[in-house]
């Protein structure tokens, strides 16, 4: 099942910080993140698999709730580069096929 | 290594026509995933190789699509008798395949389909 994104969009000035959630009806291993530019493909942010872990790259980090089956993906002081569209992919095993949820349009303003 | 390359970048067709679509994956990746991506949406799982075998196939993927990957390197993608409804960006990607860890996914810029 496809998992669940929210908010659905978010208009950020520079330098606020943004959370965006991800949660699935489904037990998962792992949950990737993207984000995509409009007309680009989808580019990799981080992976995340169960146990709880938390993972940071930069000013953006990301943490993932084995037992709430939710993950949370954390931008902070954001710049406008962040600007896109994010998009979590869950797994529910290593085979690394993801499914991806509808994504969370996040602008960020000067 | 130039990162996953799909052709063409965009494909008009008339409706009932067929289309074939390439991806070449990063070289040494040995999974290659096929999604479509409409507008406003997330990519949508089609189909997934590992090597040459086709390993996983998406419910909603009708029999007029055929994907296969025959020397475990690049991969093609063919619709027949197009419709309407078929008009997407279709997105391929390759991961190197790790047993133990869960490995990311990178993508080619896609095939944008016009279905007239």
């Known amino acids: 099942q496809q998992p669940v994104q929210s908010p659905q969009a978010v208009i950020l000035r520079e330098g606020e910080d943004a959370v965006i959630n991800c949660s699935s009806s489904?037990?998962?291993?792992?949950v990737h993140w993207y984000r995509q530019k409009h007309g680009e493909a989808p580019v990799f942010l981080m992976i995340l698999l169960k146990g709880g872990e938390q993972k940071g790259h930069d000013k953006i980090s990301a943490s993932f709730n084995e037992k709430k089956q939710q993950s949370s993906l954390y931008l902070t002081a954001s710049q406008l580069s962040y600007s896109g569209t994010y998009f979590c992919?869950?797994?529910?095993?290593?085979?690394?096929?993801?499914?991806f949820g509808k994504g969370t349009k996040l602008s960020v303003k000067p | 290594d130039t990162g996953v390359s799909q052709n063409p970048r965009h494909k008009i067709t008339k409706r009932g026509q067929n289309v074939t679509f390439r991806c070449d994956p990063i070289s040494e990746h040995n999974r290659l995933y096929w999604y479509r991506q409409t507008l406003g949406q997330g990519p949508e799982f089609l189909t997934y190789?590992?090597?040459?075998?086709?390993?996983?196939k998406s419910r909603l993927l009708s029999d007029r699509f055929s994907a296969e990957r025959p020397k475990g390197s690049f991969s093609t993608l063919e619709i027949q008798r197009t419709e309407q409804g078929d008009s997407a960006m279709y997105l391929c990607?390759?991961?190197?395949?790790?047993?133990?860890?869960?490995?990311?996914?990178?993508f080619g810029q896609g095939t944008r389909l016009t279905v007239v």
């Open positions: 489904k037990a998962l291993y792992s």
């Open positions: 190789f590992q090597n040459e075998a086709q390993l996983e």
């Open positions: 992919g869950t797994s529910g095993g290593s085979q690394g096929n993801l499914i």
């Open positions: 990607a390759s991961s190197l395949a790790n047993r133990v860890i869960g490995t990311e996914a990178f």
